[in-house]
Every structure is written in C-alpha cells, then in structure tokens.
C-alpha cells in the first residue's frame, strides 16, 4: 500500500522549498533551489522582477528531486498547497499570462504609498489593517495607473505569488484570505474585498479574483503540471497562504493568545486573536490568520535574517557558511558580549515610518581592549541585540491586544541555533517553545494540503498534530542579568531615535542619488541581445533576466563576422551584441541603427571599431580579467610544482632502474626531493593587475609574504590584499619567488635582464605568465646555468610554440607550458559575469566599470534615437581601415 504524502511549496525572497510530508512520521524530505531578484530598470533601483518562470522552473526541479530523494511513487503524493512570502504582486492579462510581476522588497510605489498614507492613512489602516507603504498590492497598482496605464489596462487580474503557483498547479486562480488581506484592498471584519476602498481608488473590482480560506479545495493537479512535478494528475490542489500566517499553523499556533515569532529573513511577531484588532496609532500591522475565523496582530523586527547573514558576511568573509561561523564564535563571547551593544536589524516596528534601516554597533577599545576576542563579541551583540529587538516588539503587540500569551514560539532559520534561542528565553524572561522542524511556513503549507486532501478534517487538527513536537527553552540563570541589559538596550534604542532618524534621512538622499542616472532604461524595456562569445548558462540566465537573448557561441556555429553587411544583417534588431570574435567596424555600425551597446569579450577590444562606435554615440564595455582567475591558479600551481620539486619527483617513478620495494631508492628519491613550504617564504609580485592582486589573495592562505612592485598601485590598494609595496630592487632582493604579471609596454620590455637576475636571491625561483618580451631569455638560462636560480616556470616565450631543443625548455629545473595561462573551460563563466554586469548597469542609468568610450554616453537613450556623426567625422572614419584581431 503507498504512502500518504503531502506536498508544500514555500515561496520565499531568497528561495524556494519543497517539502514532502507524512501526517504518521513527520517531515519526508526539504529540497531547496535559490534566487534572486532583479531590479527592475526604469524604477531608480526601487523596483524589482519576480522571475515567475525561472521559479516554476526551479520548484519542478526540487519538486522532483524531493520525490527521488524520499523514493515516492507519483500516487504517494494525496494534496499539494503552496505558500508564499507576502507582499507579491502579479498581474495577468485575460490569456492568464503574466505581463507585471514583483516580489516583496518592490518599493518602485513609493511617492505613491506617501501620498495616500497622507490623505488616507488612517482611514485605510481601519478597514486594511495596514498603514499604506510601497510594498503593497494597493500602492503598486496606483503606481501603474500613473506611470505604465496601457500595462494596467492590460490585466485582467491580480494575485499574490502564492496565488499564481495554485493557478499553475491547478489552472484555476483564486485569492486565498491571508493574502488578500496584505494588499490594502481587503475588509478585515467582512472577510471580503473591499468593494469601497477600490472604487475610491479609480481600480477595476474585476481584477481580483474570487475569495477562498486557506485549506480549501481549489482544484486538481493538471496533467501539464503533473508532468513538470513528477506527480499524477487529478491530485488534490489546495489554497495555500501568507508565509508568516503558514509559519504559525506549522508552529501550531491556532489558539487566541498564542505568539508565534518567525525568525527567517524578517522577523514578525504575531499573536492570535479571536477577532479583528488594530492599534490606535495604525503603528502595528492587523491581519488574516490561515484558520478561517482568526486574526492576528503583528509587530515586525523587519530584515533580522538579511542583516545577519549581511554582517556575518562581513565578518567572515572567506568561510562557506558566515552565519554559522558567527553562531560558533558567539558562543565563546559571554552575556553583555563584553560590553558590546548591537542594534544591528533591530526595529521597534512602526508601519507609518518608510525609510532607510540602520542600526549601530557601539564599542570601546577602554571596555573591550583585546582586539583578538573582538569578533566574537560582535557576533553575540548582535545576537542579543536581536533578542532584544523580538522582545521590544512583542512588548508592542501585547499592549495592542491586552492578551496574555499562554505560549510564545519561535520558528524560521534562527531557531536553529540553541545559543539565540536561549538567550531568547532570557531576554523575554519566559519559557520559549522551539519546534523540532524549523520550516514551519513549509510545514503549514504542508497542512493546508492536508485539509484539502481530507487527511485532516481541517487546519486545526493538522496543527494539534504538530504542536507537541519541540522542546522548550527556559530562562536561565542569566536571565536576571538579561533584565538589566535589556533596559539599558531599550533606553538606548529610544535615546537614539531622533539621531537615528536624521541619519536615515542622509543616507536615502545618498542611495536615490547613487541610483539616480542618464539613459536609464523605462522600466518596461527589454533589450534584445545578440551573444556569440562563450557564455556559461548563469551567465545567459542573469542576462535572460534583463532581456530577451539569442545565443549564438562562436565555438559551436563556427561562424566569426569580419563586419560590414554579413554582420548587419546578423545583428538587424538587435539593441546589445555581447561579441569575442567579430569584426564591429563602422560599415557595420552605420548599418545598425538599434544597436546601442556592444560588449567586447576580450581584455583588449581590438576588433570594435572604438572610434566609429563613440561617433554613434554606441557604448562599448570590455571583460578585464577574464581569466585572471586561470592564470592565478596556474602562478600559484607553478610555485608549488618548483618548490616541491614535483617535476622530478614524477619523473623519478618512471625510471626503468626503479624496482617495487627498492627501499634505497626511496631513500634516495627522501633525500633528492626534499621541497620548501610556501609557508613564510617571501613571493615578489611584479604588477598586481587583476592577475597579480588575485595571486596575492590566494598566497596569504599559505601563510605566504606577498612583495609587489607596481607604479600604478598604490601603497594602500597593496596593503588591502595583504601585500607591501617596494621598489623593484628590494623586491628582487628579498624575494624567494618572483613572479611577472606587468603590462608588455615599451617601459617593460626586457625589464628581467642579466643585471636584474642578478639582484635576485641565491636560490629563488623565477615565474612568467604574462609576456615573454618583459624577460632576457639568455640571461635567464644563465642565471639557472649558473644555479643562481633554483628554477623557473615559463607559459609564454619569444616563438611560440618554442622548439623540444630549446635552451630554457630542455632544462630539468624548467617547467614549460605552450601558453595555456588563460586556457580554461570556465573563461565563458568569467567573461559571462563581467558581461551581465556590464549591461545591468547601463540599464540602470550607471556607467558601466569597464566603459572603454564614455564619451557615448553622452545624451544616450536606450529608447531614443542614436547620436549622428558629422560629415567631417564620416569621412574619417570611413577612411580608416577595419579593425582586425591583429591590430
């Protein structure tokens, strides 16, 4: 007999889960697939896409591998239900295709929310239980009455994320309570739309869908989504809900007075009501519980999580995990975290505020002199200054509901960790309840398809089910001190507001003036982009997520344009080309009046007519440092290979004298092979270019000392990856690897001479990866000749490929490579990822880091007409000769 197994998708902003689901034994199995969000141009980098597709496509994918990893057949499948952050919007036009879609962080409605909070603040705070911001269904769709009124025209109907994956689940589109009541748009004490607030609002009453409870039965699982899932069709599809309202039914609380705290990426503080409850400052946010006839009353810590790993980050740049690294350091700090005080993504939660979040880290080297425990202590500051943060606004939510809660739980990532839960407990001075399973939001969707599937009779009983397993967390024998810290941490918050405020208001003058730029493109502009370089598919996925893309590698057609005509009628249409190969020379850029940027996939744009593009008013952008990443390994491999003298210990095995057990001959092979560490040996750097700073940072993890000698980089620049800047000489000097990573320039050229090997220590070992131009050849098969030098690796020589009776090649001491430096598979992901960045920040209005004409931008309009040249500069450029990949 099969299983009985419920499926659960969880929308978040970063991610995407699927949960697979046993009522007898619990979670199944959680696979998870990532994402991010692009800003929407057009939207001074308030607004952002919600990539529907790409989601679908990634939930199919975890979907399926949830399936093999718990080894279910399709039948064991009974309900699915999915969830979602709340605060989405999704518009579909009458074909139900999606034509506008954001996720939560959307704020393009801005100037939108501040007028209608101004006129009508309170009035719709009593009916929406929200305070109007820009991250509402209601203000977005007043935003595009204003600025894209065809688009809006368009819709036929709004949903919220989750709302839109029933509808691919099932095929019917519904809007499920919990959501529609995050929108502005919904009477919280009839349960229904409110029909008054949206005519007030000059919106379409048919744009929002019929209202149903979460649990409810929607429909049934299509055979087109069947087959994407790995799943029969016919399986029951219910509505799921809001992701915080799903994550208090996942942690079982369905009981008026209960206190749900989800601690994931934001922090919402939430308590159960048996009816509808607002504040009479509209400070606090009031809303639909899941279980039809509940409400709730929440206070928001707002982006606790997304701090946390932003600081941990910083903190621990190199680890794989920062967040755990900052857990694991914490605990070595001691309560107070040695005098260290955090309100770093703390909020005391006032839905009328819109502005920047800031917080302060406030220390003394008086208080905390040892700088070597420091991390330690700003890890747990901010941990405890969290916890003081959950209990300032549960604080703020019980003075709203006068409820005494009979239980407080907490759920979401940060419930993981034993240390933040417990110094919860002590913070709040009452015992905390910790599920065992911390995707709670999953775990409520879970149950939503469970009610709708008939394995529960309804939500409550799926959430009775879940709400004896976890343990409890009490205060401990520091909590009384934990009193006295958050006293003082709650004055300090309150003392700090005023500046608080006006700092805010100086960094969102600065952040709308940073995003602010000419030629930004209108925010419903995707450029068509032809691409023949080598790109990997991340690459063509960010690039996809900005424009619409036509991949043609030259590698796989084969195909290279020398320019002119075969090139115009390739690119005709086109806005942005993304080339390695091609010849763009002005006949070719005379001929493509749409085209408006081109990216040079190469260190050097020698085949774009750079002249002739700046005369079009055309950007071009290169990719410096493409396969910086490949030739920095190959350096740091070279030093090894020399100090270890791994060359001739290979060879040593494969000599025919060589017998199985011929102990003399290891001890001879002990003797003759003993290598060096780069442990404390000093490595002199000539040029720390994007090759040269990349070896740098990867030395210091081998306990190395980096030297380098650069006219262009400055002392500090050095300093900051960990090396020390000194002349040439000194370099040469103290050195016991040299390695070149210098411009072929007149200035350079035979720079490594007999006079400069000479300078060189007894016994060091010299490294060329960058031109064979910059090295005496002669001179430096005498310096080895002469056991100056212990060795030396060469990728590049004078006549390449050099002969097998070469001087240099021929040498034991030598290890030669035929110019594979920059060789590698992943030079497509690089130059991808320099690229995509490129093209981002022109849509954005910003030019671009690697703009070789900045010139072009002047005047420049993505949807404009190009600059014209004038006859005198037609003339000119039409006389100069096409640009070539020799040239």
Wanted: proline content about 5%.
């Amino acid at each position: 007999m099969g299983r009985s197994l419920m499926m659960a998708f969880d929308l978040g902003g970063g991610s995407g889960r699927c949960m697979l689901f046993d009522p007898e034994k619990g979670v199944v199995c959680v696979t998870r697939r990532a994402w991010t969000h692009p800003v929407a141009p057009g939207t001074a980098n308030l607004g952002f896409d919600l990539q529907l597709g790409k989601i679908w496509e990634a939930m199919g994918e975890a979907a399926r591998q949830a399936m093999g990893e718990a080894g279910a057949s399709p039948g064991d499948v009974v309900g699915l239900a999915a969830c979602s952050m709340r605060n989405t919007t999704v518009l579909l036009d009458g074909a139900g295709e999606v034509i506008f879609a954001t996720p939560n962080q959307d704020a393009r409605a801005l100037g939108n929310s501040l007028v209608l909070a101004g006129e009508r603040g309170m009035e719709i705070y009593e009916t929406g239980g929200h305070w109007p911001s820009p991250l509402f269904t209601g203000t977005r769709l007043l935003w595009l009455r204003d600025n894209q009124p065809g688009l809006l025209e368009r819709a036929d109907k709004v949903a919220s994320l989750s709302d839109w994956m029933g509808m691919r689940l099932c095929g019917e589109l519904f809007a499920e309570r919990s959501q529609a009541g995050e929108t502005l748009l919904f009477d919280h004490r009839s349960r229904e739309w409110s029909h008054g607030l949206i005519s007030s609002l000059v919106l379409d009453q048919d744009l929002f869908p019929p209202l149903v409870d979460a649990g409810e039965r929607i429909g049934s699982l299509t055979p087109e989504a069947a087959d994407h899932l790995g799943l029969a069709p016919g399986t029951p599809v219910a509505a799921g809900g809001a992701d915080t309202q799903c994550g208090l039914l996942g942690m079982g609380c369905v009981e008026v007075s209960e206190v749900g705290v989800n601690a994931g990426t934001s922090m919402p503080v939430q308590q159960v009501t048996g009816s509808y409850v607002t504040d009479s400052e509209g400070r606090l946010w009031s809303g639909q519980h899941v279980v039809p006839g509940l409400y709730v009353v929440e206070s928001n810590g707002l982006i606790t999580g997304t701090v946390l790993e932003w600081f941990a980050r910083f903190l621990y740049p190199e680890s794989p995990d920062p967040v755990a690294a900052l857990f694991a350091e914490a605990a070595a700090s001691e309560p107070g975290a040695g005098g260290v005080y955090s309100t770093l993504g703390a909020r005391l939660f006032d839905a009328r505020v819109t502005g920047v979040l800031l917080g302060n880290i406030t220390m003394s080297h008086m208080v905390t002199p040892d700088a070597s425990s420091l991390r330690s202590h700003l890890g747990r500051a901010l941990l405890e200054g969290l916890a003081c943060s959950a209990r300032a606004n549960l604080e703020q939510v019980l003075k709203a509901t006068g409820l005494e809660p009979s239980r407080v739980t907490v759920g979401g990532g940060m419930s993981r960790s034993v240390l933040w839960t417990g110094i919860l407990a002590d913070v709040v001075g009452r015992s905390v309840w910790v599920p065992h399973d911390r995707e709670v939001a999953s775990l409520g969707a879970a149950v939503c398809a469970g009610a709708g599937a008939g394995v529960f009779r309804d939500l409550r009983e799926g959430a009775r089910a879940l709400a004896n397993l976890g343990e409890e967390r009490e205060p401990g024998e520091e909590s009384e001190r934990y009193q006295g810290l958050y006293a003082g941490w709650r004055e300090a918050l309150e003392l700090r507001a005023e500046c608080d405020g006006h700092m805010a208001n100086l960094m969102a003058v600065a952040m709308l003036g940073r995003s602010a730029g000419a030629g930004e493109a209108p925010a419903d502009f995707r450029p068509r982009i032809l691409v023949t370089a080598s790109m990997d598919e991340a690459a063509l996925e960010e690039l996809r997520a900005m424009g619409e893309v036509t991949f043609r590698p030259w590698r796989e057609t084969r195909m290279v344009y020398d320019g002119g005509e075969r090139l115009v009628e390739a690119l005709r249409g086109f806005d942005v080309f993304v080339t390695e190969m091609d010849i763009v020379d002005f006949e070719a850029l005379r001929g493509l009046p749409d085209l408006k940027m081109i990216i040079c996939c190469r260190v050097n744009a020698v085949n774009v007519d750079l002249e002739a593009a700046t005369a079009y008013g055309v950007p071009v952008a290169n990719t410096p440092g493409r396969n910086a990443d490949a030739v920095a390994d190959l350096v740091v491999a070279y030093m090894i290979m020399l100090a270890r003298k791994l060359p001739q210990a290979s060879s040593f095995l494969k000599q025919e004298e060589v017998a199985e057990g011929d102990m003399a001959r290891m001890g001879e092979a002990y003797l003759a092979f003993q290598g060096k560490e780069l442990w404390r040996k000093t490595v002199g750097l000539v040029g720390l270019g994007s090759v040269g700073s990349k070896v740098a940072r990867r030395l210091l993890s081998f306990g190395a000392r980096v030297l380098y000698h650069d006219p262009a980089v400055d002392a500090g620049k050095g300093a900051a990856l960990g090396a020390e800047k000194v002349s040439f000489e000194e370099l040469l000097e103290r050195s016991d690897f040299v390695s070149l990573h210098a411009p072929a320039v007149k200035a350079t050229e035979g720079m490594m001479d007999a006079r400069a090997f000479s300078c060189m220590k007894d016994g060091a070992f010299f490294i060329n990866t960058a031109r064979a131009s910059l090295v005496d050849h002669e001179a430096l098969a005498e310096a080895l000749e002469s056991g100056k030098l212990a060795g030396a690796a060469l990728d590049v020589f004078p006549i390449e490929p050099p002969g097998s009776d070469d001087r240099l090649v021929r040498r034991e001491d030598v290890i030669a490579t035929p110019h594979i430096g920059g060789d590698t598979v992943e030079i497509g992901a690089h130059q991808g990822q320099i690229a995509a960045q490129q093209l981002r920040d022109l849509l954005s209005g910003r030019a671009p880091e690697h703009l070789l004409n900045p010139e072009a931008l002047e005047g420049f309009e993505w949807t404009g007409p190009r600059r014209e040249p004038s006859r005198e500069e037609l003339e000119r450029l039409a006389a100069n000769p096409k640009p070539s990949m020799t040239s």
